[in-house]
Nanobody, 122 residues
Framework: QVQLVESGGGLVQPGGSLTLSCAAS????????MGWYRQAPGKERELVAT???????NYGDSVKGRFTISRDNAKYTAYLQMNILKPEDTAVYSC????????????????WGQGTLVTVSS
């Protein structure tokens, strides 16, 4: 079983910055794509950013140029650096990961974190 724990959410003023972290733990053999998604009140969940194990990234249109996703494979951790935050960035941000867990045979997994609230307000 794989667990994802997010941290770093909170209240920030418009134009400010915040960094989220997502740490994966459990019987991980290989961690694949890690990503961040967000859901604002009354809206559907949307892609924020993803990053593969080798580094290529993908961003949602609304955050391109402002947010940066990165990861530390040795620590099974992904980060989301958010700059020039806007009130419309207010949402619950959730981490997602896939990969393989150890065993015989190996099994694929998908996991979600519990979410962390980011509020952008003056």
């Amino acid at each position: 079983q794989v667990q994802l724990v997010e941290s770093g959410g909170g209240l920030v003023q418009p134009g400010g910055s915040l960094t989220l972290s997502c740490a994966a733990s459990g019987s991980i053999f290989r961690l694949g794509v890690m990503g961040w998604y967000r859901q604002a009140p009354g809206k559907e969940r949307e892609l924020v950013a993803t990053i593969t194990s080798s580094g290529p990234t993908n961003y949602g249109d609304s955050v391109k140029g402002r947010f940066t996703i990165s990861r530390d494979n040795a620590k099974y951790t992904a980060y989301l650096q958010m700059n020039i935050l806007k009130p419309e960035d207010t949402a619950v941000y959730s981490c997602h990961a896939d990969g393989l867990v150890g065993g015989s045979p190996f099994r694929s997994f998908e996991a979600w974190g519990q979410g962390t609230l980011v509020t952008v307000s003056s």
